[in-house]
């Protein structure tokens, strides 16, 4: 039996188109859940600086909007996707709204959560997963830590594909 990594997940692009994350097999990613109406909204544009820093080397930030706190995301699926154009100028994926705890779970974040060395309910948005090019997961970070840290930068590059 083959090992579950993120690649073995599903899910719905911001579009509602399904999607395969064993399509960015070989990248080093950033999953984030994500918030409009959160204080750490603004690591939106860390998360674009990121993107745009290291897409080149592999990178890919995918961020999943959940709106498990405090109602911190309220909009459908195109009014976030026009607030994150919009506001933030981002280009990296964006993904449709999901839960990110509880018993309606998405199924990738029920790994993450529950599967991997990383364990731990999310605590707030933006909290941050980095999984290397062999789609493992090999850091966490709270909501907190701004993607531009140097902590997760060192992290990063030492996940990106050599």
Known sequence: MSETTVY?????????????????RGKTLLIVNTASKCGFTP???GLETLYQKYKARGLEVLAFPANNFMWQEPGSNSEIKEFCSLKFR???????????KGKDIDPLYAYLTRDT??????????SKFLIDSQG?????????????????????EAALPH
């Open 43 to 45: 690591q939106y544009a």
């Open 90 to 100: 981002n280009t990296f994926p964006l993904f449709s709204k999901i839960s990110v």
């Open 8 to 24: 073995s997940f599903k899910v719905k692009t911001i579009d509602g188109e399904e999607k395969s994350l064993g399509d960015y």
């Open 117 to 126: 060395d990383f364990k731990g309910d999310i605590g707030w948005n933006f």
């Open 136 to 156: 493992r997961v090999v850091a966490r970070f709270g909501s907190t830590t701004d993607p531009m840290s140097k902590d997760l930068i060192l992290k990063l």
